[in-house]
């Protein structure tokens, strides 16, 4: 694997590099200092909202037997009092837990704009953020700091489509965005009902009867839809719609666009991207598998 495609730390690499020097007192990059627990508190815009009971329990057993192994970034907090996280808050609170005295940190000088690109980058890249939580992180960026659709698929290696689907989701009702939320439907659930006239009523559906995507996709559209006009190989009639299906999956997964042709059982996968960031993240996830 050539040192170009080591996946998305680039991106964060590059924004770390925009914020000039360290803070006046801060060691460098390659010498983590301890700081004192209670120093340190959780940035509030933190785009990861979510902590499970169970993936906290698990990390703080290890921190009780092993520490905490990788330093968290944080940033001198801007009231001046202590410190603010910029990455590693679940690490931070596990080690709340083991009542730990002080913590390994990185400490660096950012602006706000770049602390939540790279709170929203690290939690993409361990698909740590939930969908909602994903698009909210997003919206922020557009609407604080002027990012577009195009700029923010750059630096979290997606593409321009994945945010605009995303950021679609922010326009669901409150219920439903609650059930993406705590994970009782999925986001190829969500899309589905962005066009449903009862979506909140079809998403009980969904966690009550365990529907489908596509069963969703077809209750959605409702019996009085006219079909899709023959537009081509990717609208025609014979398309076979598991097919499309799994395009569409793919796509959602990857955040990339997707072509997949089969002739009884033998075809073709092209995957499109179009930036560097995007091929070394998909690189990166297919040598990891």
């Known amino acids: 694997m050539s040192e170009r495609h080591r996946g998305l730390g680039r ?21 983590p200092t301890d700081i004192p627990i209670e120093l340190i508190r959780r940035n509030p815009e933190q785009p990861r909202r979510t902590f499970t009971e169970a993936e906290l329990e698990s990390l703080t057993t290890s921190v009780k037997e092993r520490g905490v192994l990788q330093p968290i970034l944080i940033r001198p907090a801007p009231d001046g009092d202590g410190y603010q996280i910029v990455a590693g808050e679940r690490r ?5 837990r083991a009542s730990l005295a002080t913590i390994p940190t990185v400490i660096r000088e950012l602006d706000d704009r770049q602390v939540l690109e790279i709170a929203i980058i690290e939690n993409v890249q361990r698909a740590d953020l939930n969908p ?4 909210l992180g997003y919206r922020s960026l557009i609407e604080r700091f002027g990012r577009t659709h195009e700029g923010l698929g750059e630096i979290v290696g997606k593409s321009r489509s994945h945010v605009a689907n995303t950021l679609r ?4 009702p409150d219920g439903v965005r609650v059930h993406v939320e705590e994970g009782r439907i999925s986001a190829g659930h969500a899309r589905a009902l962005l066009t449903a006239e009862d979506a909140e009523g079809l998403a009980q559906r969904i966690i009550d009867e365990g529907l489908s995507v596509r069963q969703v996709e077809a209750l959605a559209k409702g019996p009085a839809q006219t079909p899709p006009r023959a537009n081509g190989r990717r609208e025609t009639a014979e398309r076979n719609p598991d097919i499309a ?11 990339l666009k997707v072509d997949l042709a089969d002739k009884n059982g033998k075809g073709a996968l092209t995957l499109r991207y179009g930036t560097l960031e995007q091929l070394d993240e998909l690189c990166r996830r297919l040598m990891r598998s």
């Open 11 to 31: 991106g964060l690499s590059a924004l770390l590099s925009e914020a000039g020097a360290d803070a006046p007192d801060a060691p460098p990059p390659s010498a």
């Open 92 to 96: 931070w609170r596990a080690a709340q």
């Open 132 to 135: 909602i939580e994903e698009a």
């Open 169 to 172: 989701l922010l326009s669901l």
């Open 245 to 255: 299906a799994l395009e569409r999956d793919l796509a959602d997964s990857l955040g």
